[in-house]
Structures are given as structure tokens and as C-alpha cells.
């Protein structure tokens, strides 16, 4: 028996890790960063959307930063790779933001490799005193929650922002960010436009037995506003209206529980979050418009508000203030007034209890 165990555990085979993560990032830089890795004496921007790094060795690395629609598809990376093979190195990355960056060797290479993309059609630029990339998230691609396509909104406000991508001309960097739900995994943004439920779920009685697995759909509220139920004879779930904050946790697990409305489903817009520990402390966004249409393919009227949000800014703020610092200073009242939003009462935070139980700093405390 005991020679048996021994054969068996001889006979198997070696087990292998499973690497699903992103790989080594070292062998896709370019040799230049891998020779002067953590050597740079100093770098500046010789331009919007060029980056310039100098190293203590003596070595001089150009990148140049492209903004892209974000959802690329085979024809788009075909024509970037093309681009970048032919004007640049063959070296480029992604940035959290969706941007790409191109390093260089020289500099004599960067005006060819901004004519090149330009002519095609993507702007240089994002960096500094811009308005970057706007970061959004999953939506239809990959989460089945979405009450609209994150990246629509992106790609129409961002034709709209190609003036203020290329230029530095903001009082301080602006991160936009946008969610297609109030699940925010878009995080904070100094302007977040994030889709907003008006109205509790629809429940389809006839499909929630066989779809649904209750308990984890009753376990999924965060205010216990479901119930299990019998309703026409079949077992289902019925939804406390009054206690329901149309969060659409429950579509996910159960979509017979409708939470998407053509009407009711709305954008709102947030102000003055954001994740540096520069000048001030991270903060969290603050609704300032609700009920504004999900108006696709180009949703003007959010464009409108956000475009106006970042004129008053820009005019207003003193350098290096985020939209976040230059609200503080002024105070809610002013900035009301001067973007010429209605202040309601749904703009009225009454959950006191976020100040001291939210963690508010990205500093790692134990
Ligand atoms: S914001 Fe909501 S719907 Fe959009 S990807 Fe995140 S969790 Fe899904
Ligand atoms: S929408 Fe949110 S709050 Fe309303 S029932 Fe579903 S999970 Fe609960």
C-alpha cells in the first residue's frame, strides 16, 4: 500500500503556476529606459503631449503622448502600429487614462510622429495643465449593469474637449471621469458624469423563479429594500419602494429586476473628487446636476454642463488649484452661481456618517 502512494505521488506531474496577470513590462520599454532605469536627473515638456527625460548618464528619452477613443478596434491598432513602426521606434504604452505614449531617442523624430497622427485623425496632448483623456468604465463591453455606454459619452465629449487635450491651458491637470452606474467604478473624478436610476426595478414575476437565486439577490441590497415573495402563485421577490435608492445591485444577479428606463434612467454630474495627495487631500465629487437626459449618440446637454463647469474654472480658479481646491476656496454657494446651476435639494448630503467612516487618504495606514 505504502509502495502504491509512493508510485502515484511519483507519477504526478509538476504542478505548474498559472499566470493570468499582466506580463513583465521590462521587455516592451524601450532600451534606453531599461539602461537609465531609476537614473533620471530631470525632465520637463518641451511642448503639450511630448514628454522629455534626461538621464544622469546623458541620455535624452522624447515620448510623445496620442489621445485615442479608448475602444479600440483591430483597424485602429493596425493603424496606430503602423504609425508608430514607421515614424517612431516600435515602442509604445498605454496609459491608465487610455492614452498612448511613444518613446523616442531623439528628437528629431517627434514633429514627423505628431504629423503622422494628427493627419490620421488622433490629437497630441493630455499633458501638464490639460484636460487628459477621460477615463471610463466597463460598460456593455464587460459589465451587465450599464445604463449607458461609458465610453459614448467619452468619445463625444471628447471631440468636444480636443481644444483644451492638445493645450495646457487649465489652472491645473483635469481628470474627467465618467460611470454608467451610481456603482461609480469610474472612482472620483474633478468632473464625473455618471449615469443615475430614478426609479426602483421592474420586476418580470414570470422569469424571476427561473432565473433569479433570491437569497443572493436579497443578500445584493444594500438597504434591504428586497423580500422574497410569492406573487401569482410562483415564487418571486417584491422591492420596498420607499426604502429602494435605485442602485441597480439587484439587476446584476436578477435581470428580471429591471432597473434600465429609457426615461428614468438619467446622467448626473459630480465635481471636485480626486486621488492626489498633492497641495490637499483626496476628496470625494459632489453632485451638482441630476435628471439630465442619457441622450445618445453625442448627449449634448451633459456636454453643455461640463463644458461650462470647465470655462468658470478656468476663468476663475488660481493657478494649480484642482476643481476640488478652487470649490473649497470659493464655498458651494459661488460655485452655484457661477456655473448658473440650480441648487435643489437633492444636491443635500444628509448621510453625515461618510465623513468619519470613509477613509479619505491614499496614504497605507495599519
Ligand atoms: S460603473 Fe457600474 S455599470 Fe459601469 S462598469 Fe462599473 S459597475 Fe458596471
Ligand atoms: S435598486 Fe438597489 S436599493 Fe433598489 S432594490 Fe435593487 S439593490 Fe435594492
Avoid at 532605469?37 to 546623458?58: I, M, Q, T
Avoid at 423563479?209 to 443578500?219: F, H, L, T
Avoid at 437633492?346 to 497605507?364: K, P
Wanted: hydrophobic letters at 35%.
Amino acid at each position: 500500500m505504502a509502495q502504491q502512494q509512493q508510485t502515484t505521488e511519483k507519477a504526478a506531474p509538476p504542478r505548474t503556476p498559472i499566470e493570468s496577470g499582466c506580463p513583465d513590462g521590462f521587455q516592451y520599454m524601450h532600451p534606453l529606459m531599461i539602461k537609465n532605469y531609476g537614473n533620471w536627473k530631470y525632465h520637463d515638456r518641451p511642448r503639450p503631449g511630448v514628454l522629455h527625460h534626461v538621464a544622469y548618464s546623458g541620455d535624452e528619452i522624447w515620448t510623445v503622448r496620442v489621445g485615442t477613443q479608448r475602444q479600440l478596434g483591430p483597424y485602429e491598432i493596425g493603424l496606430l502600429c503602423d504609425i508608430i513602426d514607421k515614424y517612431g521606434e516600435g515602442y509604445v504604452r498605454f496609459t491608465i487614462r487610455s492614452n498612448m505614449e511613444i518613446s523616442l531617442s531623439s528628437w528629431n523624430k517627434v514633429e514627423p510622429l505628431i504629423k503622422a497622427f494628427e493627419e490620421a485623425g488622433y490629437p497630441v496632448g493630455g499633458t501638464g495643465n490639460s484636460v487628459t483623456m477621460i477615463s471610463h468604465t466597463q460598460g456593455w463591453l464587460h459589465c451587465d449593469i450599464p445604463g449607458t455606454d461609458a465610453s459614448g459619452v467619452v468619445k463625444a465629449l471628447m471631440d468636444d474637449l480636443y481644444e483644451e487635450f492638445v493645450k495646457e491651458d487649465m489652472p491645473n491637470r483635469v481628470h474627467i471621469t465618467t460611470s454608467c452606474c451610481q456603482i461609480n467604478c469610474g472612482g472620483q473624478g474633478d468632473i464625473a458624469i455618471n449615469v443615475q436610476h430614478t426609479k426602483p426595478p421592474k420586476i418580470n414575476h414570470d422569469l424571476v423563479a427561473n432565473v433569479c437565486e433570491r437569497p443572493s439577490v436579497v443578500a445584493r441590497c444594500p438597504v434591504a429594500a428586497i423580500r422574497p415573495a410569492m406573487v401569482n402563485g410562483k415564487p418571486s421577490l417584491e422591492v420596498d419602494e420607499k426604502k429602494c435608492i435605485c442602485c441597480g445591485a439587484c439587476y446584476p444577479p436578477c435581470p428580471p429586476m429591471q432597473i434600465n428606463d429609457p426615461e428614468h434612467s438619467k446622467l448626473a454630474i459630480w465635481v471636485g473628487g480626486k486621488n492626489s495627495n498633492a497641495r490637499s487631500k483626496p476628496m470625494f465629487h459632489k453632485l451638482v446636476a441630476a435628471g439630465i437626459p442619457n441622450n445618445p449618440p453625442r448627449w449634448p446637454e451633459a456636454g453643455a454642463i461640463v463644458k461650462k463647469i470647465l470655462h468658470v474654472y478656468k476663468k476663475d480658479a488660481k493657478d494649480w488649484e484642482r476643481v476640488g481646491d478652487w470649490v473649497e476656496r470659493i464655498g458651494w454657494p459661488r460655485f452655484f452661481e457661477l456655473t448658473e446651476l440650480p441648487f435643489t435639494k437633492f444636491h443635500v448630503d444628509n448621510w453625515r456618517g461618510s465623513r468619519y467612516t470613509l477613509n479619505a487618504s491614499a496614504h497605507i495606514r495599519f
